[in-house]
C-alpha cells in the first residue's frame, strides 16, 4: 500500500468511526455548500461568458422556488444518508485502487450508465399524471435562472440518488470515482441550465448534451431527455 492508498484508507476508517448526528451534520455541510457552488458557478459564467442568450429574459426567482431548491438540498442528504447506512451495512462496498486509468474509467461508466437511467426516469416523469403531479415545476422554467437545477420534486431528486445507489449496489466504484462524477454531474447541471450559450455548435456532431440541447428540451418538453448526451435521445428519436 503506497501513501495515497494508505491515506484514502485513513479518511475511510475515520468516516466509518462518524455517529449518526455526526453524519447528518456532515451531509448537511456537504450539500449546502454544493448548493452555493453551484449558484456561484452559474453567476460566475453568466456575468462572464459574451454568448448570446438563449431566452430573451431569466426566469425570474420566487419564493416557491427557493423553499423547493432547499428542499432538494435536505433530499440529497437524506440520500447521501441512505448511501452510508447501505456502505455500513455492508451492501454498497467503496474500492481504494488509486489508478488513474482505473478512475477515467470508472467515471466514464458512471457517466453512461447514469444517463441511460436519467433518460428513461426523465421520459417517464413526461407521462401526463407523473408530469403534473412531480416534473411540471421545473418545467416552469422555460428559461432559466440559479435556481433551476434544484427546483425539483422531492420524489423526483430521490429517484435520482436512488438511481446512483443501485450503480453502487451493483459494482465496488472507487470513492474518488465517485466523487468525481458527483462534482461532474453538479457542473454539468448548472451549465445545462444555463440561459447562454456554453458549449460551442460543433459539439452537438459528438453527442454532447450542451446548454442548448437541455434548453431545447426546457421549450419543447417531449424532446432531449438526457442528460450528459444525446446518444439516448438519437437512439429513441427524441432528439432535436
Avoid at 8 to 31: A, C, E, M, R
Avoid at 40 to 65: A, M, V, W
Avoid at 68 to 96: D, H, P, Q, R, Y
Amino acid at each position: 500500500m503506497n501513501f495515497n492508498e494508505a491515506t484514502l484508507s485513513g479518511y475511510l476508517d475515520l468516516f466509518w468511526h462518524f455517529s449518526w448526528p455526526q453524519w447528518i451534520i456532515f451531509s448537511l455541510i456537504i450539500n449546502i455548500f454544493l448548493y452555493f457552488f453551484s449558484i456561484g458557478l452559474y453567476l460566475f459564467i453568466d456575468n462572464t461568458c459574451r454568448k448570446k442568450t438563449l431566452q430573451e429574459n431569466n426566469h425570474p426567482i420566487s419564493q416557491s422556488d427557493f423553499y423547493l431548491s432547499l428542499m432538494t438540498v435536505i433530499c440529497n442528504s437524506f440520500v447521501m444518508l441512505a448511501g452510508v447506512f447501505l456502505w455500513k451495512s455492508g451492501w454498497i462496498v467503496l474500492g481504494e485502487h488509486q489508478s488513474v486509468v482505473g478512475i477515467i474509467a470508472e467515471v466514464i461508466a458512471l457517466l453512461f450508465l447514469m444517463d441511460l437511467l436519467m433518460y428513461f426516469f426523465h421520459y417517464a416523469a413526461h407521462l401526463p399524471l407523473i408530469y403534473k403531479v412531480l416534473h411540471g415545476k421545473h418545467h416552469e422554467h422555460i428559461s432559466t435562472n440559479f435556481l433551476s437545477l434544484f427546483v425539483l420534486h422531492p420524489f423526483e431528486t430521490i429517484g435520482f440518488g436512488l438511481m446512483m445507489l443501485a450503480l453502487l449496489l451493483c459494482y465496488n466504484f472507487s470513492v474518488i470515482s465517485i466523487s468525481i462524477y458527483l462534482l461532474v454531474n453538479l457542473i454539468w447541471g448548472t451549465i445545462g441550465h444555463l440561459n447562454r450559450e456554453f458549449f460551442p455548435a460543433s459539439f452537438d456532431r459528438f453527442f454532447v448534451g450542451t446548454t442548448r440541447f437541455h434548453n431545447q428540451h426546457h421549450l419543447e418538453g417531449n424532446r432531449n431527455f438526457g442528460f450528459y448526451t444525446s446518444i439516448w435521445d438519437r437512439v429513441f428519436r427524441t432528439y432535436k
